[in-house]
């Protein structure tokens, strides 16, 4: 461990000893991005839509993946700014966690962007993300009109993110507008195909007559759908969250998985290199910007699988 | 032997109280359709804790079950996407958890790594080729014969309890009535003494390994197939259940002594304890403590019958 630190800081001196004016009058701008994982068929999308409009923009992006861990991800940042980059953009890890290594770019002047997941501490010029309150409040007037008004219903929650936390609260608001519809179960399927199943499996045993169930993600979703099918639950309605293609299918194939919240991950990645590239030119950004979703049903779903995917 | 006789039964009455007590306050947990939905859910956690009772007893851990189960999986369901047939569908999953096992087995046998670290070097690494191979994607549109394994069900009962029941036979005659069964618990039990008796340790323990490797490739294309996909971050922390059924099923952390009588009823266990919390909607953080709970308490029972056992002796 010390001979890294010394590594570090040797590498620090170095970056140091480089003339101040380096960053400034760089032709081309550096941007540094520490994403969530690449493992979500979403971040793949957001990185994309960052690259994308970099390109056009003519950024340089330096792009790491924080993999769920922490250290990792306040690692990539100490590199960033050792790199010098102009601006960083991060999907944290962890809403608090991340705050010291934004305070310490904000130490160094260097502006961070959050994209997808909002941070709790430090000075961050800009998050922009999908607004998941609005996306679970779909979701639930979308169920609410499939199951007729009235019901018991379910979730499968991963109440460890707080976007999935905004989904949740979002789809009880919408849900409490109908009193015929009641909440009778919410189980950790830690947002993965595997374990959601399980949760499935014990959610639908315990009330055979679920009419619904909202699902956080669509790993989630397809995890319930599976559990739906072995159950033979041919009347339940899943609301699933993504839109991933595997979803999309599902949906257009007339299965149990009737409807899902489809967020615009390449449009998140768009208006976070837009809004940087409006920083840089000195004007007045928004601290927050929502990007819509919106609900993707078997006919939207069809229509979407015509068109090419952006 | 008696002692050990002892404890199981006190885990059978153990899970029949705890089934009691749910049976009290969760709607729906005492029926039939809820008894098969607990075999169901503990099925591959079975499956893979008949191989892992066999690693222990002989003294050794194996933490890369979750991740070949992943590997497995999604290799199965790309080689089915691409139109293999199902025989050899089967020889894929299955030979590819031999590969990974052989691979954790040489290094344990032979290059004196010590099991912890080699077969943690194998959950990074067989996770890893699982996105590999997979590009990070779930690999779907599989042949409708693909969901066989995990959907069917026969006679009432689910294919995968089914295989659970099967292997965990074969896994007990294995171990009781084999003399590769024997030298396992040979090997877990003293190591020095079982060469000197003219037990091939070496050959022993990389077998160990390399067939529950095999087993991890049965359970990877079991989920799979249950799954409808290949799912390359399925899997995770599947270890972690597979050695606390094994533990608290009475098998030794130290070697040499364990049953896959014990390991049923420690799968069962924490099967009925998950099932039944979750029926009772109790709070999903609450439950990770008692699993917890559970974990120590069979460890230290576990070091009571033996001290015991050495008072007695």
Redesign the interface.
């Given at each position: 461990m010390p001979r890294r630190l010394a590594l570090l800081l040797a590498l620090a001196a170095l970056a140091a000893c480089k003339p101040k004016d380096a960053s400034s009058d760089r032709a081309t701008k550096t941007i540094g991005v520490s994403l969530l994982t690449r493992e979500h068929d979403f971040y793949r999308q957001l990185e994309a839509g960052l690259r994308d409009e970099a390109a056009k923009k003519g950024y340089k992006l330096i792009v790491t993946t924080g993999d769920f861990d922490l250290a990792k991800q306040q690692s990539e940042i100490d590199n960033f700014l050792v790199q010098g980059v102009d601006a960083i953009v991060v999907c944290p890890t962890d809403t608090k966690g991340i705050a010291p290594a934004i305070e310490k770019a904000n130490a160094a002047n260097v502006p961070v962007f959050t994209a997808d997941i909002a941070a709790q501490g430090g000075k961050v010029v800009s998050h922009i993300a999908s607004d998941n309150v609005a996306g679970g409040r779909l979701a639930a007037e979308y169920m609410a009109k499939a199951i007729g008004g009235k019901g018991d219903v379910g979730i499968i929650s991963q109440p460890e993110l707080q976007s999935v936390i905004d989904r949740e609260s979002g789809f009880r608001e919408g849900i409490a507008k109908y009193p015929g519809i009641h909440i009778v179960a919410a189980i950790n399927g830690a947002g993965v195909r595997d374990r959601a199943l399980r949760a499935a499996d014990d959610m639908f045993q315990a009330h055979p007559k679920l009419a619904a169930v909202f699902a956080i993600n669509d790993e989630t979703a397809l995890g319930a759908l599976s559990s739906a099918q072995t159950h033979r639950l041919n009347e339940l309605v899943i609301v699933g969250y993504d839109a991933a293609p595997e979803a999309l299918k599902a949906i257009v194939q007339g299965t149990q998985l009737k409807a899902d919240v489809a967020q615009q991950p390449t449009e998140i990645g768009h208006r976070t290199i837009e809004t940087i590239a409006a920083h840089f030119a000195g004007r007045q950004v928004p601290p927050v910007i929502a990007v819509p979703v919106r609900i993707v049903d078997a006919d939207s779903a069809r229509a979407l699988a015509a068109t090419p995917a952006h | 032997m008696n002692r050990q006789r002892f404890a199981e039964y006190a885990l059978v009455l153990a899970t029949l109280v705890e089934a009691l007590v749910f049976a009290g306050v969760?709607?729906?947990f005492l029926s039939v359709?809820?008894i098969l939905?607990i075999a169901?859910?503990v099925a591959i956690t079975g499956i893979l804790a008949v191989g892992m009772t066999a690693v222990i007893v002989s003294g050794g851990i194996d933490l890369s079950v979750g991740s070949v189960v992943a590997l497995t999986g999604v290799s199965a369901a790309i080689a089915a996407a691409h139109g293999v047939p199902a025989p050899l569908v089967l020889l894929v999953a299955l030979g590819i958890g031999l590969a990974t096992g052989a691979v954790s087995g040489a290094l344990v046998a032979w290059a004196r790594v010590p099991s912890f670290v080699a077969t943690l070097a194998m959950l990074t690494a067989a996770r890893g080729l699982a996105?590999i191979v997979s590009d990070?994607?779930?690999i779907?549109?599989l042949p409708s014969w693909f969901a066989v394994l995990g959907?069917s069900v026969v006679l009432g009962v689910?294919g995968p309890v089914i295989l659970m029941a099967a292997v965990m036979l074969l896994g007990a005659l294995v171990l009781t009535q084999t003399a590769f069964g024997r030298h396992i618990y040979a090997v877990g039990g003293n190591p020095v003494a079982s060469w000197l008796a003219g037990i091939r340790v070496r050959r022993v323990t990389f077998a160990i390994y390399a067939l529950n490797g095999v087993l991890a490739g049965l359970a990877g294309l079991t989920?799979a197939s249950?799954?409808?996909?290949g799912?390359?971050?399925?899997?995770?922390q599947y270890e972690l259940d597979v050695i606390a059924a094994v533990v608290v099923g009475g098998t030794s952390l130290t070697g040499g002594r364990g049953t896959i009588a014990g390991t049923l009823w420690g799968t069962l266990f924490i099967g009925v304890l998950?099932?039944g919390l979750?029926?009772a909607?109790v709070d999903?953080y609450v439950q990770k403590i008692a699993l917890g709970v559970v974990i120590v308490a069979a460890a230290v029972a576990d070091q009571l019958s033996r001290r015991w056992g050495e008072a007695a002796a």
């Open positions: - | 969760a709607p729906g359709a809820n939905n169901m859910s996105f990070g994607r779930s779907g549109g959907r689910p989920l249950r799954l409808g996909a799912v390359p971050n399925a899997g995770n998950t099932n979750n029926l909607n999903p």
